[in-house]
Antibody
Framework: QLVQSETEVKNPGASVKVSCKTS????????LHWVRQAPGQGLQWVGR????????NLAQKFQGRVTMTRDTSISTAYMELSSLTSDDTAVYYC??????????WGQGTLVTVSS | QSVLTQPPSASGTPGQRVTMSCSGS????????VNWYQQRPGTAPKLVIY???QRPSGVPDRFSGSKSGTSASLAISGLQSEDEADYYC????????????FGTGTKVTVL
């Protein structure tokens, strides 16, 4: 099970940190990915983290603005996005095994950027 | 940005077969397997096909996938009203620093 943090409303230029608390499996054994979806738009891959060693792969678009971390003691992953603009308004999902054979998605966290 | 191209819409009546395409490149679909996701309004996506043509447990066998060269297809046979949703393809792209990319999405309407 993946449970994400609640809705966030941020001002332009601020940062947001979204959490993804996992349970029911060995946290360090599976990469966790982050995917976002702007209102009425398609899916966009943000990046992934290896919970075992903290290594990350980020989409080019987000390099320099996204930081992915994890806390193995509480089986939780985090995604922090800085220098927010209105274009970052979206639902952010964490997901385990998006490539199968079985995917597990968080419920999504709505991040709204507005002044 | 999406580097996998899908038709924006597809439709059919109940019981019909609907297909949709996903066009990529040699560094994406040409080199990696394709996955397909179903997303109903207001819900998280759900994997319906992985590794080009494999169905996750619990996905009806009405869903089938295929891949050829730099393109892939998803077919839904015996279309049902519950199949009305957005469908996205996804694949790794070796040219983008090891990024995963999604398609532009196809909205399936059951008439």
């Amino acid at each position: 099970q993946l449970v994400q943090s609640e809705t966030e409303v941020k001002n332009p230029g601020a940062s947001v940190k979204v959490s993804c608390k996992t349970s029911g499996y060995i946290f360090s054994a599976y990469y966790l990915h982050w995917v976002r979806q702007a209102p009425g738009q398609g899916l966009q891959w943000v990046g992934r983290i290896n919970p075992d060693n903290g290594g990350t792969n980020l989409a080019q678009k987000f390099q320099g603005r996204v930081t992915m971390t994890r806390d193995t003691s509480i089986s939780t992953a985090y995604m922090e996005l800085s220098s927010l603009t209105s274009d970052d308004t979206a639902v952010y999902y964490c997901v385990r095994d998006p490539q199968g054979p079985r995917d597990y998605w968080g419920q999504g966290t709505l991040v709204t950027v507005s002044s | 940005q999406s580097v996998l191209t899908q038709p924006p819409s597809a439709s059919g009546t109940p019981g019909q077969r609907v297909t949709m395409s996903c066009s990529g490149s040699s560094s994406s679909i040409g080199s990696n397997s394709v996955n397909w996701y179903q997303q109903r309004p207001g819900t998280a996506p759900k994997l319906v096909i992985y590794s080009n043509d494999q169905r996750p447990s619990g996905v009806p066998d009405r869903f089938s996938g295929s891949k050829s060269g730099t393109s892939a297809s998803l077919a839904i046979s015996g279309l049902q009203s519950e199949d009305e949703a957005d469908y996205y393809c996804g694949a790794w792209d070796d040219s983008l620093n090891g990024s995963y990319v999604f398609g532009t999405g196809t909205k399936v309407t059951v008439l």
